[in-house]
């Protein structure tokens, strides 16, 4: 094991010019650094310059920083990656106050999960993304809404196809792609054709879909074969109609096939869409989640949501490995996400989002989304992030 890391002898020389004494702008010391994703487990000091991590050693001075943070007894992870929440403040309401949340819960990516049509892109990135001190991208929804019950609904949906797109197109450093809702509930009679308009855009102009899968029709295999490699199926361990998992808890047909061609399977709890039961099915036939996320906004963020430790929580319940739940809220993610250079990771050079993450036990309640209630001995909890290398305070 090497004892020290750099990002260079001449960035080193620099930065000790700049700061005689002090060449570092935050210390955190005395944790354990955790990042699956690079097989990285190791007691060691890291340190951070102008948003970026500078270096890592056994051991830090104290007083080459300006700022230390004593970690003990805490896990420093890559910053929490949240593929699927609700950030925007539409006139629904639904939006939350993402860095306030994301002071407490170790998350410094958020991903708006469709909030917003074309028609409001400017809005997101002037009034979301631009004050916001967490990183902040977003999905597109299929359309802007319409209440006027005299429109050929197909067409109205068919219309704006190009504008959605352009308004990806036009924003690809923080847009990410196009998000549906499939399922009876959300679309009615006219969710499969929706669907097929989705895939019609993203296939013309290559951009990626998000897709929310809830009650049939469309059936689940019908879903499937529209995605493609790249598109993230989401809300996966629910226990509805147009999920993963059949009764006898097997995977349905199609499912694995698109795993197979690349598609991503993403957990999303919301309010609706996490059923203990469900997953274990999913888990008990060796089917994983690619990413963990959690669909948060104003009417599950107080239960049964709350926040992404707890997401994690659920899933270390059900047998995951904390290894594996932090791949997936990290790593995996972050390369749907793909804007950023090493997000998702603790590397030198990379961006200094870091959670300070722990395992508590105890006895602790834990309720899905159909306020089923367990009882878990551990659970995992943020004591502290850090985005692009500062301390994020509510």
Known sequence: MHRR?????????AL?????GRPFDLLIRNGELRDPSQNLRRRADLAIVEGKIAAIEDAIAPDRAIDSIDASGSYVCPGLVDLHTHCYHSATGLGIEADPIAARSGVTTWVDAGSFGYDQTAGFRRFIVEPSQSRIYGYVYLYPSSRNPDIDVIKYV????????????????????VKFQAGSNMNGRYSFDMLKAARDLCDKHKLPLMTHISFAPPETEQVMELMRPGDVVTHCYNGHTLGIVDNAGKIKPGVREARARGVIFDIGHGLGSFNFAAAKKALDAGFVADTISTDIYNLNVNGPVYDMPTTMSK???????????LVRTTANPAKVV????????????????IALLAIEDGQFR?????????????????????????RLRA
């Open 158 to 177: 068919r219309g704006g196809l190009d504008r959605t797109a352009r308004a990806v197109l036009d924003n690809r450093d923080i847009l990410l792609g």
């Open 315 to 325: 899933l270390l319940h059900l047998g995951m490995s904390f290894d594996d739940i």
């Open 366 to 390: 834990l309720i899905d989304s159909q306020r089923n209630v367990v009882t878990t001995n551990k659970r995992i909890v943020s004591r502290m992030t850090i985005v692009r290398g500062r």
């Open 5 to 13: 890391s750099f990002l260079g002898a001449s960035v080193a020389a």
């Open 16 to 20: 000790n010019a700049q700061r005689p």
């Open 338 to 353: 793909n804007r950023l250079e090493g997000m998702g990771q603790i590397k030198l050079g990379g961006p200094a989002d």
